[in-house]
């Protein structure tokens, strides 16, 4: 026998009893982001590998160890995207989407990093992101924020979120501080854990996002960005904080927040939730306003977020919503016979068609009534719908419900049709 093959180490299979709460959560996003006014792109999931290196940054984790490239046969060096910012500006930059124009955009997909598997951390993981371009004042953060808050409220998770907010100013504010910390992170260096060394001298403000618990005295009292700020990022900061106020959005300053990518600057934010363990963060954002530029084209500011799609659906699937979703069959279809089977057939295709958003799996591959019964009382559904030989000369069928103990009862079709929107429509 031939040794059965399983899949990649982090590359999960999304099964059946799974994918109903995904299609649910996505449909939910879609709703939002399309009653915002965002307009869906989507780009390739290869992209060449200088996109990532010159987006992410050479030095970051991401292009030096997680990220999938590989050559091709024309010996170009390809990546299979690691995240989607870079994609959606060299999308825009190649079909001229940014000049003097205003960009909502939103994508989702699979993206690949070659990471430890943990829960909630994957190798293939899956995202849905909002970005805007062309907008430069904290009116569009705000919205963009409440835009996020949104979809978690809509999805049942808010209340088991909160909202971080940073800001990291700009690349000038950021490398004066840069040398303050360096500088304080050299005094207690016989502190820092050997992850925490090696991104002293090539990123360290990413020592201050270290989740190791050792470090969290010596990272509290660190010198804060935000009392470097230059006072256009100042200002910036302090009048997104009055809007999301004005708007009832609750939030937390966190000193210590910043992105795993170079390209972010100005306001940076996360929901976080103590539900998941070490991977609680749902949500991440923020301004990327040189990245066009750092990609070759014209000067564009931009901000943006990501949905974590497998953390979103774990939460769900610990929270009350998730107990609110109807995953089932509407009705299963039943035959008495072989010879009733094509009327069959074709009356369960016009209940399709008549009845708007039906779950309706008619039965095949024969058997006994008591059988089908069996089968289709297994299957979840709410009601069975029988049709044999007096049903056909009838123009009618029987309807019979599963889960109540209530007497069969004969409908014509028409009626049928009629009766089962109205039952849908009541859930």
């Known amino acids: 026998m031939a040794e059965i093959i399983q899949a990649v180490r982090g590359m999960n299979d999304i099964l059946p009893q799974e994918s109903f709460v995904w299609q649910h959560a996505e449909r939910i996003m879609r709703r939002v982001l399309l009653s915002y006014g965002y307009q869906e792109i989507r780009t390739p999931m290869v992209e060449k590998t200088e996109l990532f290196k010159r987006s992410i940054g050479e030095v970051t984790d991401i292009v030096e160890k997680e990220m999938y490239s590989f050559l091709d046969r024309n010996q170009e060096n390809l990546t299979l995207r690691p995240e989607g910012t870079a994609c959606c500006v060299r999308a825009g930059m190649e079909h001229g989407l940014f000049y003097n124009q205003i960009q909502r955009l939103w994508y989702t997909g699979p993206f690949f990093r070659h990471e430890r598997p943990q829960k909630g951390r994957y190798r293939q993981f899956h995202q849905c992101s909002a970005e805007v371009f062309g907008l430069t004042g904290p009116d569009i953060d705000a919205e963009l924020i409440m835009l996020s808050a949104t979809i978690l409220e809509k999805l049942g998770l808010k209340s088991l979120t909160t909202l971080q907010l940073n800001s990291l100013g700009t690349a000038e504010s950021r490398s004066e501080y840069r040398k303050r910390l360096v500088h304080y992170l050299n005094e207690h260096k016989d502190q820092l854990d050997e992850d925490s060394v090696r991104r002293l001298h090539k ?135 072989e010879a009733s089977f094509p009327a069959a057939l074709k009356m369960a295709n016009y209940l399709r068609s008549k009845v708007l958003g039906l779950r309706l799996m008619l039965h095949c591959g024969g058997g006994s009534l008591k059988s089908q019964f069996k089968k289709a009382d297994k299957s979840g559904a709410q009601y069975a719908i029988i049709m044999g030989e007096h049903e056909i000369k009838t123009r009618s069928v029987s309807l019979k419900n599963l889960r109540e103990d209530t007497p069969q009862q004969a409908l014509y079709q028409d009626e049928l049709a009629e009766y089962l929107k109205l039952k849908i429509a009541k859930k």
């Open 203 to 337: 990123n360290p403000l990413r020592v201050l996002d270290s989740k190791n618990p050792d470090l969290k005295h010596l990272i509290a009292n660190a010198p804060k960005l935000l009392d470097h700020l230059d006072q256009a990022s100042l200002q910036h900061f302090e009048t997104l904080q009055q809007y999301l106020t004005q708007a009832g959005i609750a939030f937390e300053i966190n000193p210590c927040l910043v992105r795993g990518l170079d390209y972010y600057s100005k306001t940076v934010f996360e929901w976080v939730t103590d539900k998941l363990g070490a991977q609680g963060t749902v949500c991440a954002g923020g301004r990327y306003d040189t990245l066009v530029e750092q990609l070759g084209g014209k000067p564009t500011s931009a901000i943006g977020f990501s949905l974590g799609m497998e953390r979103i659906i774990l939460l769900m699937q610990q929270s009350e919503h998730n107990h609110k979703i109807d995953s089932g069959l509407h009705a299963y279809f039943i035959t008495d016979s």
